[in-house]
Nanobody
Framework: QVQLVESGGGLVQAGGSLRLSCAASGSIFVISAMGWYRQAPGKQRELVAT???????NYADSVKGRFTISRDNAENTVYLQMNSLKPEDTAAYYC????????????????WGQGTQVTVSS
């Protein structure tokens, strides 16, 4: 199995910055795409940003120009640098990774972290 552990959330004022980290561990064979999603109270979980193993990125329109996703393949870690934060960015942020394991090298599935809370005050 693959475990994902997020860190870096917290309380910040509007206009501030936070950097989220997500480290993957376990019986990893290959991690392909990684990404960040968020879920605000009473809303559905939505995509924030994704990054392929080769470094190609995709962002939600609401965060383009403010958030930057990056990854360290050697460390199986993905980051989300969040700048110019707005109150509407308040949500629980979840890390996602598509991975194959040492036991099932041809079967890729998605894994989720437990989430880290980001709260932006106005």
């Amino acid at each position: 199995q693959v475990q994902l552990v997020e860190s870096g959330g917290g309380l910040v004022q509007a206009g501030g910055s936070l950097r989220l980290s997500c480290a993957a561990s376990g019986s990893i064979f290959v991690i392909s795409a990684m990404g960040w999603y968020r879920q605000a109270p009473g809303k559905q979980r939505e995509l924030v940003a994704t990054i392929t193993r080769g470094g190609s990125t995709n962002y939600a329109d609401s965060v383009k120009g403010r958030f930057t996703i990056s990854r360290d393949n050697a460390e199986n870690t993905v980051y989300l640098q969040m700048n110019s934060l707005k109150p509407e960015d308040t949500a629980a942020y979840y890390c996602n990774a598509e991975a194959t394991t040492l036991q099932y090298r041809s079967f890729r599935r998605g894994y989720w972290g437990q989430g880290t809370q980001v709260t932006v005050s106005s």
